[in-house]
């Protein structure tokens, strides 16, 4: 489900993951180049099926070549088959922050 956007990337920007749920499903967050469910161009580094929370670890820094306008979302996704009722997890409750900051220069 697309949950925001747009948003402009830009060339070293760190985007920082904090999200939790509750259930038995896997996060799935990324960045994509449109809010239209049917259409899956644009992928921004994917951060992804990491059971229900996802932290800084997760981190993504924005190469050059990836730099753009992207809707943010948000999914439960194990790479599974779906079995006959349609359910390869359950998330609820799914809140949190994904935040975009500037690369620091190392000192």
């Known amino acids: 489900m697309a949950v925001g ?3 402009t990337l830009e060339e070293g920007d760190i985007i ?8 038995n499903g896997n996060l799935n967050a990324d960045f994509r180049k449109t809010n239209d469910s049917n259409d899956d161009k644009g992928y921004l580094g994917e951060t992804g ?6 932290k800084d670890s997760n981190s993504f ?11 943010l979302w948000i ?3 194990d790479g599974k088959r779906l079995d006959k009722n349609n359910n390869s ?10 935040a975009i900051a500037v690369e620091r220069a190392s000192k």
């Open 5 to 7: 956007g747009p948003y």
């Open 16 to 23: 920082l993951y904090d999200i939790t749920a509750e259930g």
């Open 49 to 54: 099926l990491s059971s229900n929370f996802m």
């Open 61 to 71: 820094i924005v190469p050059k070549s990836l730099a753009g306008t992207y809707y």
């Open 75 to 77: 999914g439960n996704f």
């Open 89 to 98: 997890g359950v998330l609820n409750n799914v809140k949190g922050t994904v």
